[in-house]
């Protein structure tokens, strides 16, 4: 079965600063990957996902994630922190030609100060 | 527009008063779960729906039942809720059980 663990419930970044969220995952397979941003009061959204294309995924909001086998890694990147981005991530795997569902991380909180 | 939508968005009940929450999507999606979110624990999945017709049990069915008569449509339903279930509940569709996942804007219910 699969398994995703993010590293830091809570991740506090300066504006303009990188902006870093880390997601390791397990699977048996080559999986499907995904992150999605919850902002207060509201869904999940998805903001990117890895398919098995690109190893280097870009999604709104000028994030982007790589892929990373031998890492076993998806890592959430955004070059420039902006107040907006203040919100709730999770990462989430799921083994593509399974039974197996997506799995989510317990997610984290991005903060961003001026 | 695509979407999923639940309703209510909140909701404030006593225990042992059945309700329940409606989810419906749009986008002809044949999986359909629910979730419940709770601090430091994630997204932890209730129950999910293959197709019509067709429901099993999550992480977490304990105190919970759904039905799915039509596609479209995949109610939660607590016939006597206690204080435990106090948490944001999600409804969320998608193509399949693998495939990224399209979710409602999430109903937040407290159980006194």
């Known amino acids: 079965a699969q398994s995703v663990t993010q590293l830091g419930s809570h991740v506090s970044v300066s504006e303009g600063a990188l902006v870093l969220l880390r997601c390791n995952y397990s699977?048996?397979?080559?999986?499907?990957l995904f992150w999605y941003v919850q902002y207060p009061n509201q869904g999940l959204q998805l903001l990117l996902k890895?398919?098995?294309?690109?190893?280097l995924v870009k999604g709104i909001n000028g994030f982007e994630a790589e892929f990373k086998k031998s890492e076993t890694s998806f890592h959430l990147t955004k070059p420039s922190a902006h107040m907006s981005d203040a919100a709730e991530y999770f990462c989430?795997?799921?083994?593509?030609?399974?039974?197996?569902?997506?799995?989510f991380g317990t997610g984290t909180r991005l903060q961003v100060t001026l | 527009e695509a979407q999923v939508t639940q309703n209510p968005r909140y909701l404030i009940t006593v225990t042992g008063k059945k309700l329940t929450v409606t989810c419906s999507q749009n986008?002809?999606?044949?999986?359909m779960s629910w979730y419940r979110q709770d601090p430091g624990l994630g997204l932890r999945q209730i129950y999910y729906s293959m197709n019509v017709e067709a429901t099993d049990k999550g992480d977490v069915p304990e105190g919970y039942k759904v039905s799915r008569k039509e596609k479209r449509n995949f109610p939660l339903i607590l016939e006597s809720p206690s204080p435990n279930q106090t948490s944001l509940y999600f409804c969320?569709?998608?193509?399949?059980?693998?495939?990224?996942?399209?979710f409602g804007q999430g109903t937040r219910l407290t159980v006194v």
């Open positions: 890895y398919t098995s294309a690109a190893t």
């Open positions: 699977s048996s397979v080559p999986p499907y």
């Open positions: 989430a795997v799921s083994d593509p030609g399974t039974a197996s569902k997506l799995t």
């Open positions: 986008m002809n999606h044949e999986y």
């Open positions: 969320a569709s998608s193509l399949n059980r693998n495939t990224e996942a399209f």
